[in-house]
Structures are given as structure tokens and as C-alpha cells.
């Protein structure tokens, strides 16, 4: 449940639009880091990997993985594909959003979570400003 504490991002921003074509950086945590890119710019892909002292998690295609999503576990001893039924994770989120609204149930996220993402995402733009590692 850690959050990051400090990142460092850097982007290259679209002088029209004002948008962020493409963007990396890293996100420091109290015990590790977590590195991301994104962008227009690059080729299509919704992975996502996890890498540990003792392995990595891998997921190929995280968003929309069609009828079959997959996921590794690789570690010295090999590695382990669970595979779990493809769903739109887009039409998930809006059906959770929509049975919350109807039957007056909370998220599965609450604001407080919304709030710390908002946090995190300001201290990015900040970094992309400043070129400095920033404060979350």
C-alpha cells in the first residue's frame, strides 16, 4: 500500500495542443521504484511488467486482451501462464460506476484513492516542468 514519495518525468508536450505525446519517468517509493512510459508516439501496447528480486509478472496485454487474458510469473525455476477469461475492462469499470450510482453503493475506490492518483499525476506535470525530481 505504499505510495510514491518523489518522481522524475520527462515529456515531450505538443506545442498546438498542449498534450503530452509521449512521456517516461520514474516513481520513487519508501522501499523501490516503478519506471513507466507512454505515448502517442509509440507503438501500441497495454502491457504492464512487475519485476522483483525474485521474478517479474508480466501481462501482454492488460486493457483489452480479447477472449483470453494471460498473465506470467517467471522466476529461476520457469515460468507460469495463468490464463482468465478476456473481458473490456472499460465496460467493467463503467457497469461498477453505473450499479453504484443506482443502488447507492460506494467504489471500489473511494475519493481518498482518486485524491492520492491526482497527487501523484500533479507531481509528474510539476517534474515535466521544473526538470527535477519533484515531491509527491
Not at 13 to 18: A, G, Q, R, T, W
Not at 98 to 114: Q, R
Request: net charge negative.
Amino acid at each position: 500500500d505504499a505510495e510514491p514519495t518523489h518522481v522524475f518525468a520527462r515529456a515531450d508536450i505538443d506545442p498546438e495542443y498542449n498534450a503530452d505525446m509521449l512521456a517516461s519517468g520514474t516513481l520513487l517509493f519508501p522501499n523501490g521504484r516503478a519506471l513507466f512510459d507512454c505515448g502517442f508516439e509509440l507503438p501500441y501496447r497495454c502491457a504492464y511488467e512487475i519485476v522483483g528480486s525474485k521474478g517479474s509478472i508480466t501481462c501482454p496485454n492488460a486493457i483489452l486482451p480479447g477472449e483470453r487474458a494471460e498473465v506470467y510469473l517467471h522466476r529461476d525455476s520457469g515460468t507460469l501462464c495463468e490464463v482468465f477469461p478476456g473481458v473490456n475492462q472499460w465496460s467493467l469499470e463503467f457497469e461498477h460506476l453505473s450499479k453504484c450510482v443506482v443502488e447507492g453503493t460506494p467504489l471500489a475506490y473511494d475519493m481518498d484513492d482518486a485524491i492520492r492518483q491526482q497527487k501523484v499525476i500533479d507531481s509528474v506535470y510539476r517534474s515535466v516542468a521544473s526538470g527535477q525530481i519533484e515531491a509527491v
